[in-house]
């Protein structure tokens, strides 16, 4: 079975940290995406690569970076976490130029900053 | 600016009941329409899409309708379950990144 993994279901951290969230998907797939989704405000895109070492930011990437050393893993940097940062954040993974196909997402991380 | 608005924000039906999920677009350079579902718990995961160039579109009990015309696209499920009970999110994407903008989403509850 095809799998995008987040590598915690849940995280509390401190204000001023710098957080690592991990995604790592099985499908040698080329594009990788991380989405924050709050309620009333649906899914919202903060950073997507195209393939490895590639990177462009999406609609939400302040305070975000993002590394992609290797195609299976993504990795979002919170450089300085604050509180408006808590959030639930979905990784999700698409073969290149296959539009039919959509996203497979993560089961989530749910980032709590205090 | 929302790109894609979608309604309502939450619904309550009966089983066997057909809830109607309403999704309304501008850019008209969409051409990629997919819905996805997301259960408690887990990550979206699609549903069901549709391109411009059809009206309808089923599968199983869930249907979209397309209007050009109108930018409006909508989900219908049919026989509403009890295990249907879960967030719906519209998109809408655009050629070449083709990443699509999504809704805000609607909670379905569907009782027993």
């Known amino acids: 079975d095809v799998k995008v993994t987040q590598s915690s279901r849940y995280l509390v951290k401190r204000t001023g940290e710098k957080v690592f969230l991990e995604c790592v998907q099985d499908?040698?797939?080329?594009?990788m995406f991380w989405y924050r989704q709050d309620p009333g405000l649906g899914l919202r895109l903060i950073y997507f690569?195209?393939?490895?070492?590639?990177?462009e930011k999406g609609d939400i990437p302040e305070g975000y970076s993002v590394s992609r050393e290797k195609k299976e893993r993504f990795s979002l940097i919170l450089e300085s976490a604050s509180t408006n940062q808590t959030s639930m954040y979905l990784c999700?993974?698409?073969?290149?130029?296959?539009?039919?196909?959509?996203?497979?997402f993560g089961s989530g991380t749910r980032l709590t900053v205090v | 600016q929302q790109q894609v608005k979608q309604s309502p924000q939450s619904l309550i039906v009966q089983k066997g009941g057909i809830p109607i999920i309403n999704c309304a677009y501008e850019?008209?350079?969409?051409?990629?329409f997919p819905w996805y579902q997301q259960f408690p718990g887990k990550g979206p995961a699609l549903l069901i899409a549709?391109?411009?160039?059809?009206s309808e579109k089923k599968e199983g009990r869930f249907t979209i309708s397309f209007n050009k015309s109108a930018k409006q696209f909508s989900l219908h499920i049919m026989d509403s379950q009890p295990g249907d009970s879960a967030t719906y999110f519209c998109?809408?994407?655009?050629?070449?990144?083709?990443?699509?903008?999504f809704g805000r989403g609607t909670s379905l509850i569907v009782h027993p």
């Open positions: 850019n008209t350079a969409f051409d990629y």
């Open positions: 999700a993974s698409r073969r290149q130029g296959v539009r039919d196909y959509g996203y497979t």
């Open positions: 690569s195209y393939d490895v070492k590639m990177k």
């Open positions: 499908m040698d797939h080329e594009n």
């Open positions: 998109a809408a994407a655009a050629g070449g990144s083709y990443i699509p903008t």
């Open positions: 549709i391109r411009p160039d059809v």
